[in-house]
């Protein structure tokens, strides 16, 4: 597939202080790429300069073949929705539309058929009128997008679009945005730090920590084979453990030595170990991996979640089965459920479920539980 935009060794700081550092990036055409990341990881500076607000210190910028480094932002095929929409607030919803094309100096003909095109594709058929503050947040978003959509760009960049929505409305806009993104084959870069939004939308999710790239693939790749423990941890729930790989598909932890489907470790080469509560099966004691003790059971609705207690390290297992608090269950864990990693800057950081489970204890009324979970 062709490269729309490519990001070569791009680096930034602010006041010295390092913002991006060696960033790689390629996006195809027609791609829907997300930037993943938490709070101050860089994902708003990397728009900005794909959109070019900002010049990078170091490294380039290309559009297809064409370095674009000093090309002004107008002069780039993108456009931009930005974390803080901004409409025009004395323009109604059709003057924000059209408001790219009049200043092309579109026909006026044109310019009506795209707005009620754009409109009818946002839902927002019949708002023509109206005046964007007397609009909820999602149809002012909305508006947002079909201003943005209007100039028929090439690239669309959206920063946490669907950020200032309630959780319905985004998972409702989730799916409206994908489906104009893909009826309209446009490739978008989309910013957020919700990792189920970045699952379920994207072609491709570009995973960023402190100014660095750590990981770029499909969703089901980062998820399934995160490469290192902020990625495991980062996206959904993971135990993550110390483990040394003693040979091709063995690797030990916790003295015991598990049968796995990863290879090219050096021998004996200390990793980290990461396994999805979701992927452990519970099993009778004497039948066990492992064997552990229940601390705390927190029921999901689809299923229970269970905090099991292994020689001190606290596991987080889910399953539809009860099992009360102090039981003891065994652990068996399936060669393909097992992920080996590099040990990285972030071993040791996470994957242990004891906070979570001290911190649900002293929780009592399920009230207050909800609220935490939330
Ligand atoms: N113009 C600026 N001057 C100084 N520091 C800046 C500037 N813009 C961004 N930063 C800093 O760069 C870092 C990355 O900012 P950025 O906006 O890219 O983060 P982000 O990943 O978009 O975060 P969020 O999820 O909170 O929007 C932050 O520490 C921020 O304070
Ligand atoms: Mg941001």
Not at 75 to 81: A, E, L, M, S, Y
Request: proline content about 4%; charged content about 25%.
């Amino acid at each position: 597939m062709k490269d729309v935009i490519t990001l070569k060794d791009i680096a930034v700081s602010f006041d010295g202080e390092t913002i991006l550092d060696g960033l790689d990036l390629s996006i195809h055409d027609g791609e829907f790429v997300t930037l993943l990341g938490p709070s101050g990881c860089g994902k708003t500076t990397t728009l900005r300069i794909i959109g070019g607000f900002i010049t990078p210190d170091r490294g380039d910028v290309f559009f297809g073949d064409q370095r674009v480094n000093n090309v002004p932002p107008h002069k780039r095929q993108v456009n931009t929705i930005f974390q803080r929409y901004a409409l025009f607030p004395h323009l109604n919803v059709y003057e924000n539309v059209a408001f790219g094309m009049r200043v092309q100096k579109k026909k006026k003909a044109e310019i009506a058929e795209t707005v009620e095109k754009m409109l009818a594709l946002v839902n927002l058929k019949g708002f023509e009128k109206r005046a964007v503050s007397t609009l909820s947040g999602g149809q002012q978003q909305r508006v947002a997008i079909a201003r943005a959509l209007a100039n028929n760009p090439k690239v669309l960049l959206l920063d946490e679009p669907l950020a200032a929505l309630d959780l319905k409305l985004r998972k409702d806009m989730q799916v409206e945005l994908k489906n104009i993104q893909k009826s309209l084959g446009i490739t978008f870069v989309y910013v957020t730090h919700d990792q189920e939004e970045a699952l379920s939308m994207s072609d491709t999710v570009v995973v960023m920590d402190g100014g660095r790239i750590q990981q770029i693939g499909t969703p089901t790749d980062i998820y399934n084979e995160p490469q290192n423990a902020f990625v495991a941890d980062f996206i959904g729930e993971s135990n993550i453990l110390d483990g040394v790989m003693r040979e091709d598909y063995k690797v030990e932890f916790f003295g015991k030595e598990f049968r796995c489907v990863d290879f090219g470790f050096e021998k004996d080469e200390p990793v980290d170990v990461v396994v999805r509560p979701e992927d452990i099966d519970i099993v009778e004691p004497e039948k066990g991996d492992l064997i552990g003790r229940v601390t705390n059971i927190t029921f999901k609705g689809v299923h229970y979640e269970i905090i099991v207690d292994v020689k001190g390290f606290k596991w987080m297992i889910q399953t539809t089965d009860f099992h009360a608090v102090d039981s003891v269950i065994g652990i068996m864990i399936d060669p393909q459920e097992i992920q080996v990693m590099k040990k990285s800057e972030y071993s040791g950081l996470y994957g242990d479920y004891s906070s979570f489970s001290e911190e649900f204890d002293g929780l009592a009324d399920p009230e207050a539980e909800n609220g935490a979970a939330q």
